[in-house]
């Protein structure tokens, strides 16, 4: 079945400086391919998502690679700011026909002001 | 408009006991899902419904039991609690089950002593 790995587990970076995570899959029929923003004490939402006949998708501050031969995409924050501290997670998903997705392990980011 | 609500937020149990997460939401979702959260392990799934009356096993379904009478209840069931139940459950659901935005509620920990 799916694997998704994701790099790095914590990770602190100054306040204005940028912030990528990345994450890898094991299954080429995964094609869509979300991550999620967790805060503390509160359920994951979703940040951004991209599919796979797509190969970079750009949302204000926040965008995501989709590199489908060597099976990664990652997450890119800039202009890092104090509210961007929270658990970060990737997740990849076959669609159409299941309903499941597989989620990395997440990532704690820390934004030092 | 509540989105997905879960109750109750902490409980404590001794091994062996048994009780149920409740979990609702009043946004006509189809899919629902429980996910369990261990530190540096991101989300498992542990069940899943496509609808009223359908449930399936998601990776870590072992211990546990659903059920789903109406679209908007999908409570998960713990029988005989043991300490590897520790946990943080979160219940998601979305409109669409291949490619749609989960939205989750803000989770259940679970302590088995």
């Known amino acids: 079945g799916e694997n998704v790995e994701q790099h790095p587990s914590t990770l602190s970076v100054q306040e204005g400086d940028s912030a990528v995570i990345k994450c890898t899959y094991s299954d080429s029929a995964s094609n869509y391919f979300p991550w999620y923003k967790q805060e503390l004490g509160k359920g994951p939402q979703l940040i951004i998502d991209i599919r796979s006949n797509v190969g970079e998708k750009k949302d204000q501050r926040i965008a995501v690679t989709l590199n489908k031969t060597a099976k990664h995409f990652s997450l890119h924050i800039t202009e890092t700011q104090p509210e961007d501290s929270a658990v970060y997670f990737c997740a990849a998903s076959i669609t159409p026909g299941t309903y499941k997705y597989i989620f990395g392990t997440g990532t704690r980011l820390k934004v030092l002001a | 408009n509540a989105g997905v609500t879960q109750t109750p937020k902490f409980r404590i149990l001794k091994i062996g006991q048994s009780m149920t997460l409740q979990c609702t939401q009043d946004m006509n979702h189809n899919y629902m899902y429980w996910y369990r959260q261990d530190p540096g392990m991101g989300l498992k799934l542990i069940y899943y419904?496509?609808?009223?009356?359908?449930?399936d096993k998601g990776e870590v379904p072992n211990g546990y039991n659903v059920s789903r009478s109406t679209t908007e209840d999908f409570p998960l069931r713990l029988e005989l609690a043991a300490p590897s139940q520790t946990s943080v459950y979160f219940c998601?659901?979305?409109?669409?089950?291949?490619?749609?935005?989960?939205?989750f509620g803000e989770g259940s920990r679970l302590t088995v002593l």
């Open positions: 419904s496509v609808g009223a009356g359908i449930t």
């Open positions: 998601a659901s979305t409109p669409r089950g291949d490619t749609g935005e989960l939205f």
